[in-house]
């Protein structure tokens, strides 16, 4: 056999981790990785946060699955603490962010259909958005490299480019069902939605009655300083994917919706053999008890400025690989000159993992607890990798 019994859909670097503590990944070979990456986002409270792990210990010990033709009491109180929280009203479970992505996108079109107009079948989405990797979730890009091997696609999408509004006003027939945007975009290169922009897509969205959906996948969850990024705009969706940090590393997604938005979501339109199973509920009751306590948010908000503040200070050191930083709390973005996963890569060995992005954008996602030291240390190992790196290049002995 010449194929791995592993499927090779990834390009995997050469770290194997078997342990976290805290903001540190430990390989197999016992080396330190300072993790500014969190799994992509996804390990907000760091590796093996003692309240997460307790949590979920004591769960697993009592009742994991149980399959949703049952009433599940954790599932209950989970999304009556996300409606507490945020402007829905009722919300649908899932184990990851495309899931979470399919059923906010069934939301809209079964609102439409109910409504009295089965005809608003096309969402418009945006220029380097990325929503997941399903069928329709690769349908919903105009990204060449995510779509091109699987072609001809499922037609059902308009793309704009981002933050341009009258680009996507011009978008709009009287086939269009919903608007679908980050607000942040994460793996289009940490590009932030301006006001005008989130508050332009509500006008457009309560004018022409259509559902208005974010995507907050990678950046809800605490992750810009705010529960959810869209709270710094003063807009509010009709519906809201979310996943990554909400399990602080279980998987675990949501589908979140107001009134009016799941009018047509009843009973046979939808389901989920895991999702919403007790253990991943758990998880998510333990992240929320940490994270949308107030002080914590504020923290979040306070240590992106002070990391935003060191990354400016080592930019004129390095200004001919790095021009600045952008992104919100701590979702952040390193701008570089050229194309960044050669960066990243090189940058490993020097102990830091962080994540690459469009747009030669370096991500730069720790946890969310991290302290000061982490920050200093994390720049002081992108310096250092910097140097080498420039040096590499001009000795070329840069790995190929």
Sequence with gaps: MTIPALMPTYA???????????????GKDGKRYLDFASGIAVNILGHSHPHLVETIQKQAATLMHVSNLYSVPAQWELAQRLVDLTFADTVFFTNSGVEAFECAAKTA????????????????????AFHGRSIAAISATGSEKLRVP????PDWSDYAPFNDLEATKALITDKTAAIMVEPVQGEGGILPATPEFLQGLRALCDEHDLMLIFDEVQCGVARTGTLFAHEQYGVTPDIMAVAKGIGGGFPLGACLASEK???????????????????????????????????????VKR????????VEQMIPNHDDLFTGIRGKGLMLG??????????VNFARQYG????????????L???????????????????????AYRKAKADGTLPG
């Design 12 to 26: 995997r670097c050469e770290v194997e981790p078997v342990k976290g503590e805290g903001a540190y990944l430990i």
């Design 109 to 128: 079109l079964a609102y439409q259909h109910v409504s009295g107009h089965p005809e608003r079948t096309r969402i418009i989405t945006f220029n380097n």
């Design 150 to 153: 699987f072609e001809p696609l």
């Design 261 to 299: 938005a799941a009018v047509g979501m009843t009973v046979g339109t939808h389901g989920s053999t895991y999702g919403g199973n007790p253990l991943g509920m758990a998880a998510g009751m333990a992240v929320l008890d940490v994270v949308a306590e107030p002080d914590f948010l504020a923290n």
């Design 303 to 310: 240590l992106g400025e002070r990391l935003v503040h060191a």
């Design 334 to 343: 390193l701008q570089m000159t050229e194309a960044t996963r050669p960066f």
């Design 352 to 363: 830091i993992l962080t994540v690459a992005a469009g747009d030669n954008v370096v991500r």
């Design 365 to 387: 996602l720790p946890p969310l607890n991290i302290e000061e030291p982490h920050i200093e240390e994390a720049v002081s190992k992108l310096s250092e990798a910097a140097t």
